[in-house]
Nanobody, 119 residues
Framework: VHLQASGGGLVQAGGSLRLSCTAS????????MGWFRQAPGKERVFVAA????????YYADSVRGRFTISGDSAKDTVYLQMNSLKPEDTAVYYC?????????????WGQGTQVTVSS
């Protein structure tokens, strides 16, 4: 599975960005697509994910209410709408795919896209 993420950039605090990630080569039918982020000097952490085929989503506490994950399973594409951005949201954002709808392991990772929020 190959993942291609896009949509990062520089934005002022309070602004919005939309990230996109498209997967190719998927052969499993029950799976998760998620977003993670890694700030400078910190570990990579979970941001949000969506399960297919149910379409249910879940979020880290730090972004709930500001970020929205959505997607199109037929197109193998997931989006992360990020609103009310804060400087602490600055990080490299990675999309990932897990082969199973339930669990904590992600099996495939994209290359990352930089999000920088200025104060």
């Amino acid at each position: 599975v190959h993942l291609q993420a896009s949509g990062g950039g520089l934005v002022q605090a309070g602004g919005s960005l939309r990230l996109s990630c498209t997967a190719s080569g998927r052969t499993f039918s029950s799976y998760r697509m998620g977003w993670f982020r890694q700030a400078p000097g910190k570990e990579r952490v979970f941001v949000a994910a969506i399960r297919w085929p149910s379409g249910s989503s879940y979020y880290a506490d730090s972004v709930r209410g500001r970020f929205t994950i959505s997607g199109d399973s037929a197109k193998d594409t997931v989006y992360l709408q990020m609103n009310s951005l804060k400087p602490e949201d600055t990080a490299v954002y990675y999309c990932a795919v897990a082969k199973y709808a339930v669990g904590s392991t992600y099996d495939y990772w994209g290359q990352g896209t930089q999000v920088t929020v200025s104060s």
